[in-house]
């Protein structure tokens, strides 16, 4: 076999096992290659065409995380127990100087509760699985995801993945989904089975950046296939089709992010490879074919075939107001100020939401004229990041991200000869990268996982000092690391499970109409932390609801009393609307003083003075 370490680069079909293998062998492999790869296969091909249904209180998003963290908590849990078990140096395993980054940074975030306030524990626990999912993906493809041939088809997957959605979309606009129970009840939206619109924009452009990437290889001497031209013209034909779905998709921040994704695979291309210029004529060409397809949607949007109406239309307004960046000034606005109100320590790791109407009603001192609104996202991961994990973990987080793009600018201009994975690798970063400019990749799982294959893959080739990096020599040092990995794993998956089990004892206290039992559901549901915010919300609205039946205003005082809790826990537009109302109803001037300061100065009147103590104070 040939030696990985010499330049980073090989064509051997047959790569793959582990670094014990890629470096004269190991009488151990990390993890058995035949349980790997259909378990990262479906982390990665399979949840953008999940959703969860009406068989559960979450509908879209516990199936989609079920899909892609369970089996990579499998892999975790099997790698990390043979790591424990026989070592590093028998199992071949490799930390690399990146991925021990990645795990300074779970270990800022674990460490965040001690300076910052977390007050929704579900939601921090859940972002920390999310990220302990995304290193763990890393690290072992890192160490075992080294065919390329293997990555050929998780790419043929994941396209037709997003065919289908096309398939759905098509379906979903004319509100002809009722013909498969497979698709989203979402009919009018242009979505598939990924849940929004920005998010199915992303996941088109990706498998499009799949596709030029497959064309550049099928049309080369690159896949080393004796019969390419078969696959070749199918995946053609696949790309014209997925094409046509993106433009209909009508998201700008895809579009603009496949552009750059595929500019940076012609420029690594032409840098690293001897062949260069004929791979970057194949970009090229395949780039010309998703061109076409926009000439043609165009061209059909008379017969009312396309959206291309809504595409120009929403292109127009982003050129003629410059200033309104695509309707993200605001929520920019807004996430600069949750910032400054915690600059130092952030607001904690998935608390950014929770700080939105507090960001936004001091934005409204320096801004009156915004626009009132609500979002748990920032539009912008930099920004939120930068929210979230404050000063100090934003800028340790972008020195690495400066670090790798000076190592990948250093490997083109020393012209290293990267091998086509890698060449994938580097441009699906940057179109991943560039999406988050506008959009929230990072936050949703099935999408992001894709940037730990990517890092994966381009790492160990960009990376080739820290690619050899020995700094932990001790056996002991790995094998204390195995277990950790194993036991989080493990931790995960009965977190996972109990979560499971919560919402699905959500869902039966919203469908029954015996009051004792849905309390019943409700406070078995709050023992899960998973959801155990939920369950408070939905125990207010039971107390609530109970309170209305019994019409005794000390049942109704309780009921608002545990609504204004899970205010202060999740703060919503919806609770904050619906508290509102309530201290209308009951005359509580206290409540009321406090709400209307998240609320647009314009829109109301200011609670004279003496209103009553605060809710804290009662």
Request: some cysteine.
């Amino acid at each position: 076999m040939k030696a990985f370490a010499k330049n980073g680069s090989t064509n051997d079909e047959s790569l793959g096992g582990g670094f014990g293998l890629l470096n004269g062998g190991a009488p151990r492999a990390l993890a058995p290659l035949w349980i790997f790869y259909p378990l990262v296969f479906i982390s990665l091909a399979l949840p953008n065409l999940i959703y969860s249904g009406a068989d559960w209180f979450d509908t879209l998003h516990i199936m989609k995380w079920a899909w892609t963290m369970v089996p990579v908590a499998l892999v975790s849990l099997i790698g990390g127990s043979m790591l424990a078990f026989f070592g590093a140096e028998r199992t071949g395993f490799r930390l690399d100087l990146f991925g021990a980054v990645w795990l300074g940074l779970l270990a800022f975030v674990s460490l965040q509760p001690s300076w910052c306030d977390i007050f929704a524990w579900s939601t921090y626990f859940k972002e920390w699985f999310f990220l302990a999912s995304l290193l763990a993906a890393y690290i072992f493809c890192y160490n075992l995801f080294g065919s390329q041939a293997a990555l050929r088809r998780v790419l043929w997957l994941a396209n037709l993945n997003a065919a289908v959605n096309v398939v759905f979309a098509e379906l979903l606009i004319r509100d002809m989904n009722d013909i498969c129970p497979l698709i989203m009840n979402v009919p009018g939206n242009y979505i598939g089975n990924t849940g929004q619109q920005e998010m199915f924009g992303l996941w088109m452009a990706m498998a499009v950046m799949n596709g030029i990437y497959l064309h550049m290889v099928y049309s080369s001497p690159l896949c080393g296939c004796a019969r390419r031209k078969l696959p070749m013209w199918a995946n053609l034909f696949l790309l014209a089709f997925n094409s046509w779905g993106l433009w209909n998709s009508t998201t700008r921040a895809g579009m603009l992010a496949l552009f750059t994704g595929t500019a940076a695979l012609a420029l690594t291309a032409r840098s690293c490879r001897e062949d260069g210029r004929a791979l970057a004529r194949r970009i090229g060409a395949a780039f010309a074919l998703v061109v076409f397809m926009l000439a043609v949607n165009v061209c059909t949007a008379y017969f009312g075939w396309s959206r291309a109406y809504a595409l120009i239309n929403k292109t127009s307004d982003m050129l003629l107001n410059t200033s309104n960046i695509g309707a993200r000034r605001e929520i920019w606005i807004t996430s600069w100020n949750v910032f400054k109100l915690h600059p130092l320590a952030g607001t904690g790791l998935g608390h950014y939401k929770w700080h939105y109407l507090e960001g936004q009603r001091e934005a409204f001192k320096t801004h009156p004229e915004l626009k009132w609104q609500f979002t748990y996202w920032a539009h912008s991961e930099y920004l939120q990041l930068l929210a979230e994990l404050g000063i100090f973990g934003a800028a340790a987080l972008f020195a690495a991200g400066a670090w790798w793009l000076w190592s990948f600018a250093r490997a083109l201009t020393m012209r290293r000869a990267l091998s086509p994975g890698a060449m994938w690798g580097c441009a699906m970063l940057f179109l991943i990268w560039f999406d988050a400019l506008f959009s929230r990749p990072f936050h949703r799982i099935e999408n992001a996982i894709w940037m730990s294959l990517a890092f994966a893959w381009a790492n160990r080739e960009i990376f080739t000092s820290a690619a050899s990096w020995q700094e932990v020599r001790s056996d002991f040092v790995y094998r204390v690391f195995g277990l950790f990995v194993a036991v989080v794993a493990a931790a995960g998956l009965v977190f996972f499970y109990n979560g499971c089990r919560a919402d699905r004892y959500l869902l039966a206290a919203v469908r029954t109409k015996d009051a004792a039992l849905q309390a019943s559901f409700i406070n078995r549901a709050r023992k899960s932390l998973m959801e155990r915010d939920e369950a408070g919300e939905q125990l207010a609205y039971h107390i609530i609801a109970t309170a209305r039946a019994t019409k005794r205003p000390e049942d109704l005082e309780a009921g608002i009393g545990a609504l204004y809790r899970s205010f202060r826990t999740k703060p919503q537009a919806k609770q904050l609307v619906e508290l509102l109302r309530y201290a209308r109803e009951t005359n509580d001037l206290a409540l009321m003083s406090e709400l209307v300061t998240y609320l647009s100065p314009s829109s109301y009147k200011k609670v004279p003075a003496g209103g009553g103590a605060s809710r804290d104070e009662k």
